[in-house]
């Protein structure tokens, strides 16, 4: 079942109640079991460029990701700018790919790709509102992901049929779904339509004991989808 | 010409070479002078949430404001976290329209109503890249500016036609254009357009004479729109 365990991703937002040392040694335990993490500006508000450090390194020695969840949405110098902070602390960032490729994407691309960092593109969000622009935009927002190449693209595990959809139409690119547990989604929603990771947070990290929730997402992942 | 500089935010990077106290200093100059302040992500994972604060406290003191430019494009209870870590430190935020209003900017707008820190929507972008997604939802960003509400709205300067269009049909909302000086728009571009505030960063962040190039922006936009 170990590799079911490198299909999720723990997003790991602050605890005021805990702090960062207990989050750490948390992580650790989601990180041996092969699972990755996401933090976001949350985090990274709270603990600084060294927390995310900290949390990559933790991690890293297991062979796991650590996603930086900025949502970036700049021009490409400042993109670039904010994502060189994170050199040597992330294994891959996260961007809109609305922004668009000219002076935006592209500079980022061929920066992180000199850092030896990955790019995961937003297509669509997983709360109600991704219905009132984005969705209608899809087609021209695969465009820049088709000119950009990512790693890897975020897509719904709220609507399995955007999985589907970007997965047919980019099925070199690995598929990362947000929307498991607290809003909404079961876990195999999104691997069972096509997703390579699902991306679960506080159904997990707010629950007593999270390294057990993270247990029953990877049996209930196995149950849906097979292991 | 008190007034014009009134009308000039000027955009903040952080600077390894001087350092946060020389850049208070500078900030001082502007904001008793009249300007405002922007403040990026960059700046922020440099000196954290309270070289922000500090900012704000030099430049509060002179009635100018201090606008957070994250660019928020999350969904609402992520961008209402991290918008609360700065309260008391900012007087504005920006966040990108296209996110939506549903569990979207109106979770965001409801939590900054109670704080009294203002919104800014970014309705469309500077850089070439905007050409390729955004323009072309502008009429769906323009209904979720709509249902929003915010204080101001950021249009770029180097497209008047698209601040005209911001302004015509948004006539009680303010316009922040970035895109002045490096990136190409001349003083005036904008806010002869309709524009209420035009954002200048490196053309008088990285000048010998910080102080007098601001001087120098003034002067060129009394000269072209008058005073």
Chains 1, 2 share one sequence.
């Not at 400042?78 to 960032?93: H, T």
């Not at 709360?127 to 897509?155: K, N, Q, Y």
Request: aromatic letters at 8%; charged letters at 25%.
């Amino acid at each position: 079942m170990e590799s079911l365990y490198r299909r999720i991703v723990v997003a790991v937002d602050p605890d005021d109640e805990v702090g960062l040392y207990t989050l750490k040694q948390l992580a650790e335990r989601f990180c041996e079991r092969g699972s990755h993490l996401k933090l976001g500006l949350p985090f990274v508000l709270e603990y600084g460029v060294r927390g995310v450090r900290e949390m990559f390194s933790v991690c890293g020695d297991h062979g796991s990701m650590v996603i930086l969840d900025l949502k970036m949405a700049d021009i490409g110098a400042i993109m670039r700018m904010i994502a060189s902070k994170f050199r040597g602390a992330a294994s891959a960032v996260i961007a809109h790919a609305f922004v668009g490729y000219n002076s935006g994407l592209r500079d980022l691309k061929e920066a992180l790709d000199e850092w030896g960092v990955k790019l995961v593109l937003v297509a669509s969000m997983s709360h109600p509102g991704s219905r009132e622009v984005l969705d209608h935009c899809m087609e021209r927002i695969f465009e820049v992901i088709d000119r950009t190449r990512p790693w890897g693209v975020v897509a719904p595990a709220t609507r399995p049929t955007v999985v589907a959809s970007v997965k047919a139409r980019f099925p070199y690119v690995r598929i990362l779904s947000p929307g498991v547990g607290a809003q909404g989604a079961k876990p195999g929603d999104a691997i069972c339509s096509g997703a390579d990771y699902e991306i679960v947070g506080r159904y997990i990290t707010k629950s007593p004991e999270p390294v057990k929730a993270l247990d029953r997402v990877v049996e209930e992942l196995k149950r849906r989808c097979g292991g």
